[in-house]
């Protein structure tokens, strides 16, 4: 098993960009596939991004390709989101979870098996 702790949040105006970052503890991180999600007030939680263990592969939700980074370091244990161009809608908890050896493209909540307690990023417009 994994411990994911999420930090980088924080409050920003429109148009600005943030980093956030995962480390986890725990032995064998490079054959997790790991995601990054974010729940709104009021809304169901959203799958963000998704990036293979080996890194190669990654996935992401529409509403946010072209503008946010997944990426991942295997010797530090990390997983990153880099978001740019950010709005209002961003504004919400992001989470960030592990997926042992699975990847098939934009995963979903019932395929991680670990999950960290969020980080919260609030947009002024």
């Known amino acids: 098993q994994v411990q994911l702790v999420e930090s980088g949040g924080g409050l920003v105006q429109a148009g600005d960009s943030l980093r956030l970052s995962c480390v986890a503890s725990g032995r064998s991180f490079s054959s997790y596939s790991l995601g990054w999600f974010r729940q709104a007030a009021g809304k169901e939680r959203e799958s963000l991004a998704t990036?293979?263990?080996?890194?190669?592969?990654?996935s992401y939700a529409d509403s946010v390709k072209g503008r946010f980074t997944i990426s991942r370091d295997n010797a530090k244990s990390t997983v990153y989101l880099q978001m740019n161009s950010l709005k209002f809608e961003d504004t919400a908890v992001y989470y960030c979870?592990?997926?042992?050896?699975?990847?098939?493209?934009?995963?979903?909540?019932?395929?991680?098996?670990?999950w960290g307690q969020g980080t919260q990023v609030t947009v002024s417009s």
């Open positions: 979870a592990a997926a042992r050896g699975l990847y098939f493209g934009l995963l979903s909540m019932t395929d991680y098996n670990y």
């Open positions: 990036i293979s263990w080996s890194g190669v592969d990654r």
